[in-house]
């Protein structure tokens, strides 16, 4: 059983940023902050299956491309890459590029990447925030300037890039051109609201992103069966006997805990392992007298071997 407060990876990129706020205090003046990515608290733990960041793209990044499951198995890697994004703020014009535009020969696509034209044949579009975007394995892609991005992906650091203007980092072009997807790209999302709480922002074959909005001073249990990352994007709370505040990360495993939201509610990514949304996995505690311990762990609580999926209305009701 597991409720941790994740901690924060700095990772130095050319293209980052060196005013992190709100999303974080650090102190990136000295050297440009590309990505925070978040970890289990215990160094010693499980490595979980996803991988939480928030990118600070202040320059555009590299058009690049992330090889799938088959791909990466087959040059002796773990898994591919897959991954979603959730644009925190985005300044006037900004746009990111998925896929290309139309289906490309291998030929088409060597040709383009010699001559640096591989920019004009992705498909580029505009960003806002509360934008969602989906990136499958296997798609050209990239951010442009000027975006705060939370994402959450399969945990794979491999990345092939293709064109990488102005940092003079290393291409990889035979790998790219392997792992390339070299048709149109779909990508498409399409929300879907859960309860009056919670919004499915995409769902995958390797995982399901949603945002939760919580009105303040509203109480919450949440019921985290499998591997669950949260991000505090708007608001403040107490998660378990944690403080919450924006820019915090917390990883969650077969647990339960009580959500707090301050005065002025709470907007959260909630990020989990599986390609079907958790039916049972925040409820509304609106009971005035019942008593829930401050603790994460819910003593007075059934365990999840023990309890029915409807437990906080019995609680509720008073049949525990």
């Known amino acids: 059983m597991t409720l941790e407060s994740a901690t924060a990876r700095i990772a130095y990129k050319p293209w980052g940023s060196h005013d992190l706020r709100p999303w974080s205090q650090i102190d990136s003046r000295a050297t440009a902050v590309g990505e925070l990515r978040f970890d289990r608290a215990e160094a010693h733990a499980p490595e979980p299956a996803l991988l939480l960041k928030i990118l600070f793209a202040n320059e ?6 992330h090889p799938d499951d088959a791909y990466a198995q087959a040059s002796g890697m773990a898994n591919g890459k897959t991954e979603a994004w959730y644009v925190l703020s985005a300044q006037p014009g900004a746009q990111v590029g998925i896929g290309v535009k139309r289906v490309l020969t291998e030929a088409e696509l060597r040709a383009a990447i010699g001559d640096g034209s591989v920019s004009d044949l992705v498909q580029w579009r505009d960003a806002a925030k509360g934008d969602v975007f989906f990136v499958p394995a296997g798609t ?14 399969q945990r794979s650091d491999t990345t092939f890039r293709l064109l990488d203007p102005g940092n003079g980092r290393e291409l990889h072009i035979e790998e790219a051109i392997a792992a390339a997807d070299r048709r149109p790209t779909k990508s498409d999302v399409s929300r879907m609201r859960l309860t009056a709480a919670r919004t499915q922002l995409m769902s995958c074959a390797f995982f399901v992103l949603e945002r ?15 591997e669950t990352w949260l991000l505090v994007a708007g608001g403040d709370a107490t998660i378990g006997a944690i403080p919450a505040a924006v820019g915090d990360a917390f990883f969650v495993e077969a647990d339960q805990a009580v959500i707090e939201a301050g005065s002025a509610g709470l907007t959260v990514l909630l990020a989990y392992a599986g390609s079907v949304a958790e039916q049972n996995l925040l409820r509304e505690l609106i009971a005035p007298d019942i008593e829930i311990a401050a603790s994460h762990e819910l003593c007075e ?18 049949h525990l």
């Open 140 to 153: 050209i892609h990239a951010i442009g300037a000027g975006l705060v991005i939370a994402e959450i992906q």
């Open 60 to 65: 555009p990044l590299s058009i690049q491309v």
């Open 301 to 318: 609580l059934p365990s999840l071997a023990q309890k029915s999926a409807d437990w906080p209305f019995r609680l509720l009701e008073g």
């Open 212 to 226: 939760v909005d919580i009105l303040p001073k509203s109480r919450w249990a949440l019921t985290a069966e499998r």
